[in-house]
């Protein structure tokens, strides 16, 4: 067992990584790539991640349909927010997104020499794992944290990511053992241990709790969102994505 898997708890860490030739699993839980695996799976063609309020306005005005968050919340004069029941509206089916959001969106673009860039979220955690142990390439797992800080919840899902494939990779660093370690501590219940999180206390202020209880939920869809060379992410079944 040669390949390994690690864990970058904060985009502001990823220049300490190497992603060249690997596949890189980006994961903002609460809830940027959740809600990408949500607008996928209920019929948005692709999603364009951008780093910017300024790029989405202008993709904006090129037709796509715009969804900005900062700080938790939806961006006056964009089409959507994230919060992940936005994006079931049958509306959007057909449509591409461009999407901004506080963190994930920078993440998602933070490793563009990785042999495969994909949106993780527990809402399509077991066809992830089930493709990932059929790859041989080494994994790194980026958690998307809030503004460069670490956060539990996107650490709790790298660590069930890097458990979930300790039979196929060997555990590549300190920080890939912590988070296995945390989610192994949290596993029977991660509502109840993500109560003390930062960014649930963020989401209840602002009276999104049942995004929090989604976002949790496990396995809800098939297909994972793969960022492919237009820059968009598209929903990918297991085949189709095997590099
Ligand atoms: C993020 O980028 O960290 C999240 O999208 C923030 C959020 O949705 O509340």
């Known amino acids: 067992m040669n390949r390994k898997i690690d864990v970058c708890l904060s985009p502001g860490l ?3 990584y190497e992603s060249m030739g690997k596949i890189v699993i ?3 839980i609460f809830r940027a790539t959740s809600c990408m695996a949500v607008a996928l799976a209920h019929g948005v063609k692709k999603i364009k991640p951008v780093s910017s309020l300024v790029e989405c306005r202008q993709l904006q005005d090129e037709g ?9 919340q939806k961006v006056d004069g964009f089409d959507l927010g994230n919060s992940p029941f936005h994006y079931m509206d ?3 089916a057909d449509q591409t997104i461009a999407m901004t959001t506080t963190n994930g969106t920078m993440a998602l673009n933070s490793c563009t020499d990785a042999k495969q860039v994909i949106a993780g979220s527990f809402l399509n955690f077991s066809p992830l794992v089930n493709y990932l142990r059929k790859t041989k390439v080494d994994i790194l797992v980026v958690a998307a944290g809030w503004k460069g800080k670490v956060n539990l919840e996107d650490s709790l899902y790298a660590g069930a990511l890097v458990h979930a494939l300790k039979l196929h990779c060997q555990v590549g660093g300190d920080a890939a ?12 219940d991660l509502r109840s241990f993500l109560d003390r999180a930062d960014h649930t206390h963020r989401l209840l202020r602002l009276g999104q ?3 929090i209880d989604f976002c949790l939920s496990i396995d809800k869809y098939t297909e994972v969102p793969v960022l492919r060379k237009d820059g968009h992410l598209h929903k990918m079944s297991l085949n189709d994505m095997l590099i």
């Open 14 to 16: 990823i220049d300490n």
């Open 26 to 28: 980006v994961a903002d």
């Open 64 to 72: 796509y349909i715009a969804a900005a968050e900062r700080g938790g």
């Open 90 to 92: 049958e509306s959007l």
């Open 177 to 188: 053992y912590m988070c296995s370690s945390l989610y192994a501590t949290a596993k029977s």
């Open 209 to 211: 709790e049942e995004d």
